[in-house]
């Protein structure tokens, strides 16, 4: 793992998907995954624990939902991480609530890969690109 590394959390109730994320995030420049969790409750622990820089958070999760969990994160703990959403459903139908509950962006997860990953990443931190 590089020092610089942007440290990534996957959030998905399905395990193929959180491999197909993992191999995105470890496919993409300066991004290293550091835990994943298949529950909302469950990441809200371990973004605590795990203090990522960057959350991957599925729309829908057994339990808590995407959104809430969203926010729950983004409210709690010393550091506030990037939250970036990712869904099956289109974006013009869940992209606004997912940036309402406190998420950066929205990719639906048929066009998420290391571009959009990085894109996402460098919008919300403000740097030029
Ligand atoms: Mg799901």
Do not use: C
């Amino acid at each position: 793992m590089e020092d610089s590394a942007v440290t990534v959390m996957i959030v998905d109730d399905q395990a193929p998907f959180r491999m197909a994320a993992r191999m995105v995030v470890q496919l993409t420049d300066g991004f290293d995954v550091v835990g994943e969790a298949e529950t909302g409750e469950a990441s809200i622990e371990m973004a605590a624990h795990l203090q990522p820089d960057l959350v991957l958070m599925d729309f829908n999760l057994p339990g808590i939902d995407g959104m809430e969990a969203t926010r729950r994160i983004r409210e709690s703990g010393r550091t506030s991480p990037v939250v970036v959403m990712l869904s099956t459903y289109e974006a013009d139908e869940y992209g606004p609530r997912a940036l309402q509950a406190g998420a950066a962006a929205f990719i639906p997860k048929s066009e998420f890969d290391p571009d959009r990953l990085a894109d996402a990443w460098h919008e919300a931190v403000g740097a030029a690109s």
